[in-house]
């Protein structure tokens, strides 16, 4: 049967995003412009991700391939072709990458009412293994002064007015939420298009995974060595939990997103902070935790409500199920 075999009405991601935008009346397609872009860097990285192994595009940056040419490493391409396109858009004022120790300010011919805050290609001991990595983004409006400055993503991460990502795994997926739920989309290769292939995506309000490097427990505090010995032993009769550990944050949330269960990188006594950085791995994640049901804790507070001070700033962070972060939060409030 022809019907079953094709699906005719494609709900492409930019078709997804008019839809959504054509709900406020002030919307003149800058966000749609500006949400393309990401796009299309996500496109290019899938590709380049994809060809890697093949293209010898893995290598230390600096390194020269046969044709006396300058090979640059995954991770700087993947930032510089994000870059490039986000200034490009004319939709954005100030951008954050984690590749670079510096904001970028747009110049005033090309600025936007928008800012990125990203992490360009995340997961990078996974890069030459092939295993799933991913680019994680967040979207703030500027605030209303004339020279954008990087008090305009100093906000916490509840001003965010959209974040997501892109996992370059088995398919290349884009699960992206602008504050109304989470919607998941997937490349097509053929046609070069994000498929509307998850909508609404909800988080089990419990789940029987945590995901954590329990290589650092020699160094935990009280509370996230209690919780992790609870998953393993618990306590009410019910089973012990499982342990999955791909070491890509992006992966890791993908699937306690969909699974359900519970992510952490707690802080150590290596490294108060943690090791997650508050503008492009935590805030992002946290909003798209939220938006599908789930919570995310910092170990003292709601990970959104972070005022962050510094561009790379780090955070301890809890997220993934309602019930199982509220089992976290309950072992840090005892210890107060
Ligand atoms: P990166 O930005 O250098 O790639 O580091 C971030 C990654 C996350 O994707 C992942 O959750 C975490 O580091 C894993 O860290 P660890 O190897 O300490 O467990
Ligand atoms: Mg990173």
């Not at 295993?131 to 994680?136: E, H, Y």
């Not at 020279?147 to 916490?156: F, G």
């Amino acid at each position: 049967h022809e019907a079953d075999a094709y699906r005719t009405d494609l709900m492409t991601i930019t078709r997804f995003v008019l839809n959504e935008q054509s709900k406020y009346p002030e919307s003149r397609g800058d966000f749609t412009i500006l949400l393309s872009n990401i796009v299309l860097g996500c496109k290019f990285v899938c590709s380049a991700v994809n060809k890697a192994g093949l293209a010898k595009l893995i290598g230390l940056a600096g390194e020269t391939n046969i044709q006396g040419e300058e090979q640059k490493k995954l991770d700087v391409l993947s930032n510089d072709v994000f870059i490039k396109a986000l200034v490009s858009s004319g939709r954005t004022s100030v951008l954050v990458s984690e590749e670079d120790e510096e904001a970028t300010f747009v110049e005033s011919s090309k600025r936007g009412k928008y800012c990125v805050v990203f992490d360009p290609l995340d997961g990078s001991s996974n890069i030459d293994c092939g295993v799933s990595i991913g680019t994680i983004f967040g979207i703030y409006t500027m605030n209303h002064s004339d020279e954008p400055s990087t008090e305009d993503v100093l906000k916490p991460g509840n001003e965010m007015v959209a974040a997501g990502y892109c996992m370059y795994g088995s398919s290349c997926m884009l699960v992206l939420s602008t504050g109304t739920g989470v919607h998941g989309f997937t490349l097509d290769p053929s046609l070069g298009e994000f498929i509307l292939t998850h909508p609404d995506i909800k988080i089990p309000n419990k789940g029987n995974i945590y995901s954590v490097n329990e290589g650092n427990a020699q160094n935990w505090d009280g509370p996230t060595t209690k919780y992790v010995e609870r998953c393993k032993y618990p306590k009410d009769g019910s089973p012990a939990k499982s342990l999955r550990y791909v070491g890509s944050m992006v992966a890791d949330v993908h699937r306690t997103l969909l699974y359900g269960g519970i992510f952490l990188y707690p802080a150590d006594k290596k490294s108060p902070n943690g090791k997650l950085r508050v503008l492009y791995e935590v805030f992002p994640m946290a909003f798209l935790m939220e938006q599908a049901g789930g919570q995310a804790f910092t170990g003292k507070k709601r990970a959104l409500d972070l005022v962050p001070e510094k561009i790379h700033e780090r955070s301890p962070i809890f997220l993934g199920s309602y019930d199982d972060v509220e089992e976290i939060k309950a072992l840090y409030a005892a210890e107060e």
